[in-house]
């Protein structure tokens, strides 16, 4: 089966500019999470979405992050302005809770987001 | 949520079993323990996963005490494409309880 698949796999924009990440999951997976990696930190917890409905989304760090998972598929991750500070690599990660204890999380490859 | 603890790194050679501890003092009753590997330049990916005793499956064993504060990752005769993070977190992922990482544990396997 397709993996997590995550587009695009590196951006560049400028400070003040609009990004919108997008996220595959994989079919049949009810579970959708955002993390992100900013340099030299940990990987952090973004949100949750469970179908279409956001489940946690306490990780959001403000109101420039938009998460949307309209229809239950795929997602997508707006930020709006870009600052520096939103720099990073951004995952992408689907399971399903049926088997999540065999087979955990699937994880996209990240988008890499640079704000100049 | 539980906060974990790992060594920040640790090195090993070709063949040889590595064995990376995580402590989890706070875990709470509903917790599960899972490991993921992280390559550079790719997402996390699952290894193991376990609440107690010991789980072993064709990549890993998951050793965990009676007491679950802490748990082992065991890996087999490593090579060198096993150099990488790896990370222990706890969490149930039932509830809303979703997966936090720490710092992870970087291993690098030397010829």
Redesign the interface.
């Known amino acids: 089966e397709a993996g997590?698949t995550q587009f695009p796999s590196h951006s560049v924009i400028e400070k003040g500019q609009t990004v919108t990440l997008r996220c595959d999951p994989i079919s049949g997976h009810d579970n959708l999470?955002w993390?992100r990696r900013v340099m030299g930190k940990?990987?952090?917890?973004l949100l949750?979405f469970v179908k279409e409905s956001k489940?946690?989304e306490s990780g959001m760090p403000n109101n420039r992050f938009l998460a949307e998972r309209t229809g239950g598929t795929y997602s997508t991750l707006k930020v709006q302005p870009a600052e520096l500070e939103d720099s990073g690599v951004y995952?992408c990660?689907s399971?399903q809770?049926r088997n999540?204890?065999?087979?955990?999380?699937?994880?996209?490859?990240?988008t890499r987001l640079t704000v100049v | 949520l539980a906060k974990t603890t790992q060594p920040i790194s640790m090195d090993s050679y070709e063949g040889q079993e590595v064995n990376i501890t995580c402590s989890h003092n706070n875990i709470a009753t509903n917790d599960y323990i899972t490991w993921y590997q992280q390559f550079p330049s790719q997402g996390p990916r699952f290894i193991i996963q376990g609440y107690k005793t010991k789980v072993t499956n064709e990549v890993a064993s998951l050793f965990i005490p009676a007491d679950r504060k802490s748990s082992t990752l065991s890996l087999p005769r490593v090579s060198l494409s096993d150099t990488a993070v790896y990370y222990c977190l706890v969490g149930d992922y039932r509830g809303n309880n979703d997966m936090r990482f720490g710092a992870g544990t970087r291993l690098t396997v030397k010829p």
């Open positions: 997590v999470y993390y940990e990987i952090k917890f949750h489940q946690d995952f990660a399971s809770l999540q204890a065999l087979y955990g999380y699937t994880f996209g490859s990240g």
